[in-house]
């Protein structure tokens, strides 16, 4: 298991920028394939962006790609998320997770392909 905290949230204009990071405990961080969801009120979790236990390989849902960049830092046992060109429809709670088994795939978006989670990070988008 990999213990997840989520920071970086808050409220933003439209068209800023936010970094979302999440830090592990655990000397398995490096083990795991680590993605992003988030949340809107009355809509289900949905996936963000994902990359691999090595950083080699990342994948982004089609709504972000070209706006959020993921990336990690082993040695730091942290995954970051960097928002640029927010809209307001980018406004939920961002959750971090680590995949459900070691070196498992980084082209997962299920919600049940990870099996450990933050406990999210709220970010507000105003226009």
Same mark, same amino acid.
């Given at each position: 298991?990999?213990?997840?905290?989520?920071?970086? =949230?808050?409220?933003? /204009? !439209?068209? +800023?920028?936010? $970094?979302?990071?999440? %830090? *592990?405990?655990?000397?398995?961080? #490096?083990?795991?394939?680590? =993605?992003?969801?988030? /949340? !809107?009120? +009355?809509?289900? $979790?949905?996936?963000? %962006? *994902?990359?691999?236990?090595?950083? #080699?390989?990342?994948?982004?849902?089609?709504?972000?790609?070209?706006?959020?960049?993921?990336?990690?830092?082993? %040695?730091?046992?942290?995954?970051?998320?960097?928002?640029?060109?927010?809209?307001?429809?980018?406004?939920?709670?961002?959750?971090?997770?680590?995949?459900?088994?070691?070196?498992?795939?980084?082209?997962?978006?299920?919600?049940?392909?990870?099996?450990?989670?933050?406990?999210?990070?709220?970010?507000?988008?105003?226009?």
């Amino acid at each position: 298991q990999v213990q997840l905290v989520e920071s970086g =949230g808050g409220l933003v /204009q !439209a068209g +800023g920028s936010l $970094r979302l990071s999440c %830090a *592990a405990s655990g000397r398995t961080f #490096s083990r795991y394939a680590m =993605g992003w969801f988030r /949340q !809107a009120p +009355g809509k289900e $979790r949905e996936f963000v %962006a *994902a990359i691999s236990w090595s950083g #080699s390989v990342t994948y982004y849902a089609d709504s972000v790609k070209g706006r959020f960049t993921v990336s990690r830092d082993n %040695a730091k046992n942290t995954l970051y998320l960097q928002m640029s060109s927010l809209k307001p429809e980018d406004t939920a709670v961002y959750y971090c997770a680590a995949g459900s088994t070691i070196y498992s795939s980084a082209y997962n978006k299920r919600p049940e392909d990870y099996g450990s989670w933050g406990q999210g990070t709220q970010v507000t988008v105003s226009t």
